[in-house]
């Protein structure tokens, strides 16, 4: 069966400085990956989406950058953290394709300081 | 374009009573939908979805939910509320129309169940 890692879980960072948080996938092959945020009383807006190996699109312009260095592995880092980065940080994944559900990580609580 | 409308941003309950959590949905394509229920601090868990197939859909937990297509409606229903049901549900629309299968979520609503 499939799996999705996320890590850290919490992390409370100082404004300026740099953030990795990790997420990987067991159990498939070439899947779709997403990072999305939620913050507080808002709903889960797309970050960013890759559908292979060092594709990575983003869908708003901000402080924050992803990678895929490998086809189950999906980062998402910041050189310097703004306040506004504060919030719920979710992966996700699904198998390629249209109608293909997505499933989500546990999630990671960043809070910048 | 596609997008979802969650009706209501908190609906209460009481425990052994039955729980409607609305959603209506505009799509350009045969969508898909989904709905998903995060508890405090946890990640999204997908409690069903429909695809298509049966118009009504039976998921996890007890819940089931209904795809009208003349009303544009994926209302999520459960008989008999538990306390454990306490949470905030997504209602959820994917993308047909693209490869990407791109999502687009409803603000959500949150379910207070009482004893």
């Known amino acids: 069966s499939q799996t999705i890692h996320q890590w850290p879980a919490t992390l409370v960072q100082p404004v300026g400085s740099p953030l990795s948080l990790e997420c990987t996938v067991e159990g498939t092959s070439n899947p779709n990956l997403y990072w999305y945020r939620q913050a507080a009383g808002r709903g889960l807006q797309l970050l960013f989406y890759s559908v292979g190996i060092g594709q990575i699109s983003s869908e708003v312009p901000q402080n924050l950058s992803a990678s895929r260095p490998q086809d189950r592995q999906f980062i998402l880092s910041s050189k310097k953290l703004l306040l506004s980065d504060s919030g719920f940080y979710l992966c996700a994944w699904s198998n390629s394709g249209a109608r293909n559900t997505i499933y989500f990580g546990e999630g990671s609580w960043l809070t910048v300081v | 374009a596609q997008s979802v409308t969650q009706l209501d941003s908190h609906v209460s309950v009481s425990e052994g009573t039955p729980v409607l959590l609305r959603c209506n949905y505009s799509s350009s394509y045969s969508p898909s939908l989904f709905w998903y229920v995060q508890h405090p601090n946890k990640g999204l868990q997908l409690l069903l979805k429909?695809?298509?197939?049966?118009?009504l859909v039976k998921g996890i937990n007890g819940f089931e939910a209904e795809f009208k297509k003349s009303e544009t409606s994926f209302h999520l229903t459960k008989p008999s509320a538990h306390m454990s049901d306490a949470a905030e549900y997504f209602c959820?629309?994917?993308?047909?129309?693209?490869?990407?299968?791109?999502?687009?979520f409803g603000r959500g609503t949150q379910l207070t169940v009482w004893p």
């Open positions: 429909y695809t298509s197939a049966a118009t």
């Open positions: 959820v629309v994917s993308d047909g129309g693209s490869t990407l299968g791109r999502l687009y």
